[in-house]
Nanobody
Framework: VRLAESGGRSVRAGTSLRLSCIAS????????MGWYRQTPGKQRELVAT????????NYADSVAGRFFVSQGDARDRIILQMDRLKPEDTAVYLC???????????????WGQGTQVTVSP
């Protein structure tokens, strides 16, 4: 299963940005997808997650009320709507997907390459 992110770019504080992540592959079932972010010297941190079955969401306290994760126009596509961006939101945003490989019945936990978001004051 492969994940591909898009939408990252440089923006000014206070503006909005929309990231997209789409999964591709064969014979798999995706259960959950989410967004994490990483900056140099810091641990990767959870931003938002979405259960594809229950639509339950989970957000980091630092983004709750500003960021919104939703399912896109395909089942295995998620969108991260980021509003009222702050300079501290600057990071590489990585998409995560967890599910089951139907060919082997094994679970997987996979990551995209990431997309850079830079927020200037």
């Amino acid at each position: 299963v492969r994940l591909a992110e898009s939408g990252g770019r440089s923006v000014r504080a206070g503006t909005s940005l929309r990231l997209s992540c789409i999964a591709s592959g064969s014979r798999y079932h995706m259960n959950d997808m989410g967004w994490y972010r990483q900056t140099p010297g810091k641990q990767r941190e959870l931003v938002a997650t979405l259960s594809l079955s229950s639509r339950a969401t989970n957000y980091a306290d630092s983004v709750a009320g500003r960021f919104f994760v939703s399912q896109g126009d395909a089942r295995d596509r998620i969108i991260l709507q980021m509003d009222r961006l702050k300079p501290e939101d600057t990071a590489v945003y990585l998409c995560n997907g967890r599910g089951v490989d139907l060919a082997t019945a094994r679970s997987f936990d996979t990551w995209g390459q990431g997309t850079q978001v830079t927020v200037s004051p």
